[in-house]
């Protein structure tokens, strides 16, 4: 019986924690319940989509002021999209930090 409510409760937690919300679609309560957005960050969030929806990341990186790549990161891993797309599916905002195998890449063409 224990491992019956474990497993529900286990199984419920995954559902919820894994639960997106899309910063054009939501609603101040949704927002508020992804960790690492409190109520002032909604605000802005909100304040920010009223001048019209946030085409990718990059646009909601530069529209809400306190959201840089390392708390977009952790947004979009508590579930926060972009057009229903997480952070590490966008575009990379620039292209700082070449990985090693592009940089073989690179030397390696004739």
């Known amino acids: 019986m224990f491992k019956k409510i474990l497993a529900t409760t286990a ?5 919820a924690s894994f639960a997106a919300v899309d910063v054009n679609k939501g609603t101040e309560a949704d927002l508020d319940g992804i ?17 019209g929806e946030f ?19 952790k947004l979009s891993s508590e579930g926060l999209t972009v057009n229903g797309k997480g952070f590490g599916d966008a575009a990379p905002a620039s292209s700082k930090g070449t990985t090693k195998s592009t940089k073989e890449a690179k030397s390696a063409k004739p």
């Open 11 to 15: 199984m419920l937690f995954a559902v």
């Open 35 to 51: 960790k690492g957005v409190g109520p002032s960050m909604s605000k802005r969030i909100l304040d920010a989509r009223k001048q």
């Open 55 to 73: 085409k990718d990341w990059p646009d909601f990186m530069q529209r809400v002021k306190g959201v840089k790549e390392k708390k977009a990161a």
